[in-house]
């Protein structure tokens, strides 16, 4: 008999150890998957709407709190799963052998589940608040890690203490709150489960006493009757070590949703007919653009075409919305209008045939070469070698390691870096459309020179190149120059443009129809037009 005990606690126990290994392997695939979504939804999202967030907040649904979901499908789930197949069925043999402690079971067993809901109520309010104040720390404590040059270069750094300790006790309060509150629910549903097994015992030895029960079948109901309750009281644990996990899947899933809204929306715009230009145009053509920011409109009908074959450069004060139409190119912002790439108006399409650089460098750790040929699954070494001298990088020496944010490289050369990668894949793909957002503002005049020399050998090759820049040299360069200016329309100042332009109110440009190709032949002579005075275009505002 003692034999078969240790038996039944062994098997026991090896049961236990694979439902856990089990639900391990399980929930980590899980996570795995849920990450997976979440970081594909995000890049679906686009920069922009990264933009409109604290990356912080982004990055700790990423991170911790897809860990933190860890415990809800490793171990919530698979004890809610065991509750509702082990709980039944210990009620249904206790009520076998023993009617009335079946009965007593059958009531006192809902009482559990009541205090839960009511008790996980609370705790999921605190557990809301806590996450708000974990974000809030993450935000400022990479508020001050990013500004920590400039704090410390006025001798300021040392005041950001109150900050962080004052957000830091925050988080503490709203962490032991969390904590009391699964503490204080652990102490009701062992109450409850204790008071219940309790009255199941006094009835059982009442019964004894009056000969009514056989004493075998009381030992086997007060043996089983802990059983009963032991898997709710395990669900409740299990629930207050994944809240925070919930909370950080209740911010995933939103993030999922809103992705697969955007795609969704996206694909309806990409089957319409207007996906596809009727008027086969080419190049890069913006038809009545209008781009807002949470009711404010940044850009305002703007309309203009950069044909193939044409260096055009985007001239306007900063804050008019320069960056807001490239963003809106690239399919990154909402935005009212139509775009045209090569004739194709979805996002996916464009972005296909677009050739990109921004402001910042966005260089990877790696070396030179990996970052210029990125997303190039077989890169070429002798097209890294031309993408970086056409960028006037030919010096650097594409093995060069370089750290994230392009750590290693001055500012200049890793801007040139980030232009390479660009042309790297105007090449390797061959993308009718070339964009660049000040690439030369950070290179002294020579090498600017050399890029803009490469530019215009570019646009000679039959590609739309579109260059925004505050830079003269750069205007110099260009075939067709626009200016847009808050408030008061777009100006372009092109010998070979012609602009129709409606002003509007707190708008950035009007419709603006531009032809190159008539004047080209004679402002090229030497690579580079003349100067502002010899390009003023013939304006008509309406």
């Known amino acids: 008999m003692l034999a078969l005990l240790c038996g039944v606690v062994a098997v026991r126990a090896v049961l236990f150890w694979a439902v856990e290994?089990?639900?391990?392997?399980?929930?980590?695939?899980?996570?795995?998957?849920?990450?997976?979504?979440?970081?594909?939804?995000?890049?679906?999202?686009?920069?922009?709407?990264?933009?409109?967030?604290?990356?912080?907040?982004?990055t700790l649904v990423a991170g911790r709190g897809m860990e933190a979901l860890d415990g809800y499908f490793a171990k919530y789930l698979p004890q809610l799963i065991a509750t509702a197949v082990a709980m039944p069925l210990l009620v249904l043999v206790i009520g076998w052998r023993d009617l009335t402690s079946g009965i007593i079971l059958v009531v006192t067993l809902p009482l559990i589940p009541?205090?839960?809901?009511?008790?996980?109520?609370?705790?999921?309010?605190?557990?809301?608040?806590?996450?708000?104040?974990?974000?809030?720390?993450?935000?400022?404590?990479?508020?001050?890690?990013?500004?920590?040059?400039?704090?410390?270069?006025?001798?300021?750094?040392?005041?950001?203490?109150?900050?962080?300790?004052?957000?830091?006790?925050?988080?503490?309060?709203?962490?032991?709150?969390?904590?009391?509150?699964?503490?204080?629910?652990?102490?009701?549903?062992?109450?409850?489960?204790?008071?219940?097994?309790?009255?199941?015992?006094?009835?059982?030895?009442?019964?004894?006493?009056?000969?009514?029960?056989?004493?075998?079948?009381?030992?086997?109901?007060?043996?089983?009757?802990?059983?009963a309750f032991l898997p709710l009281r395990n669900v409740g644990a299990a629930y207050h070590a994944a809240t925070e996990g919930i909370e950080a899947a209740a911010n995933a899933f939103a993030i999922i949703e809103e992705a697969e809204g955007a795609a969704g929306a996206a694909a309806v715009a990409a089957a319409s007919p207007a996906a596809v230009a009727s008027d086969g145009s080419r190049g890069l053509v913006f038809d009545g653009v209008s781009v807002g920011y949470d009711g404010r409109e940044v850009v305002g009908a703007f309309g203009a075409v950069v044909a193939p074959g044409t260096l055009a450069v985007l001239r306007a004060p900063s804050?008019?919305?320069?960056?807001?139409?490239?963003?809106?190119?690239?399919?990154?912002?909402?935005?009212?209008?139509?775009?045209?790439?090569?004739?194709?108006?979805?996002?996916?399409?464009?972005?296909?045939?677009?050739?990109?650089?921004?402001?910042?460098?966005?260089?990877?750790?790696?070396?030179?070469?990996?970052?210029?040929?990125?997303?190039?699954?077989?890169?070429?070494?002798?097209?890294?070698?031309?993408?970086?001298?056409?960028a006037a990088a030919g010096e650097l020496d594409p093995a060069t390691p370089v750290d994230a944010g392009g750590a290693g490289l001055s500012g200049g050369q890793a801007q040139r870096v980030a232009v390479a990668r660009a042309l790297y894949r105007l090449r390797s793909r061959g993308c009718p459309v070339l964009i660049l957002d000040e690439p030369t503002s950070a290179l002294d005049a020579a090498t600017e020179a050399r890029l803009l020399e490469s530019l215009r050998g570019i646009a000679r090759d039959g590609v739309a190149v579109l260059v925004v820049s505050h830079r003269d040299a750069v205007a110099e360069a260009a075939d067709v120059v626009l200016t847009m200016e808050v408030g008061a329309g777009a100006v372009s100042k092109a010998a070979d443009v012609v602009l129709t332009m409606e002003a509007g109110a707190g708008a950035v440009s009007a419709d603006a129809v531009l032809s190159t190709e008539a004047a080209a032949g004679s402002q090229r002579a030497d690579g580079l037009l003349a100067g502002p005075a010899a390009r003023d275009a013939e304006v008509s505002r309406v």
């Open 319 to 390: 804050g008019s919305g320069k960056s807001s139409l490239v963003a809106a190119a690239l399919g990154f912002v909402p935005y009212e209008g139509r775009i045209l790439v090569d004739g194709r108006a979805d996002a996916a399409a464009r972005r296909s045939g677009i050739a990109w650089a921004g402001q910042r460098s966005g260089l990877m750790a790696g070396t030179i070469a990996s970052n210029v040929a990125l997303g190039d699954p077989s890169p070429s070494a002798a097209r890294v070698a031309a993408a970086l001298r056409e």
């Open 114 to 227: 009541l205090f839960m809901v009511l008790v996980g109520w609370a705790t999921q309010a605190a557990q809301q608040r806590q996450w708000a104040a974990l974000s809030r720390l993450s935000s400022a404590f990479l508020d001050v890690v990013a500004g920590l040059s400039t704090l410390k270069l006025f001798g300021r750094q040392h005041r950001q203490e109150a900050r962080i300790r004052e957000v830091s006790e925050q988080y503490r309060v709203h962490t032991m709150k969390v904590l009391r509150m699964s503490f204080l629910s652990g102490f009701v549903l062992e109450l409850a489960a204790s008071l219940s097994v309790a009255v199941i015992a006094v009835t059982i030895g009442l019964r004894l006493l009056g000969g009514s029960l056989d004493l075998s079948v009381g030992l086997f109901v007060l043996l089983l009757a802990p059983e």
């Open 21 to 58: 290994a089990v639900a391990s392997r399980g929930g980590a695939r899980v996570v795995g998957q849920l990450r997976e979504r979440l970081v594909a939804s995000i890049g679906r999202l686009g920069p922009g709407w990264v933009s409109r967030r604290s990356t912080a907040s982004v």
